[in-house]
């Protein structure tokens, strides 16, 4: 099912995604909330986590329920 989530990335000086993210060798300057797109593979209700694959790199995060909203498909 597709959502959009908020999760918080490291980012270098210029506000891009940084660190493990990031072929460019900067310093991680912070940290930045971003909102993604994705697709929801696996929900554990008992922990309330889903294990979201994202849109753009496709890779793999666990996200808590309160940070996901589906996209209503027509």
């Given at each position: ?13 210029f506000?891009r ?13 912070g ?13 554990d ?27 209503e498909?027509?």
């Amino acid at each position: 099912m597709k959502c959009t989530y908020k999760k918080k990335f490291p980012v270098d000086e210029f506000g891009r995604l940084g660190g493990l993210y990031s072929l460019a060798d900067l310093p991680i300057a912070g940290y930045k909330i971003f909102e993604r797109t994705g697709v929801i593979r696996v929900r554990d209700k008992s922990s309330k986590l889903y294990k979201i694959i994202d849109d753009e790199n496709g890779m793999e995060y666990v996200v808590p329920f309160r940070n996901v909203k589906w996209i209503e498909e027509k």
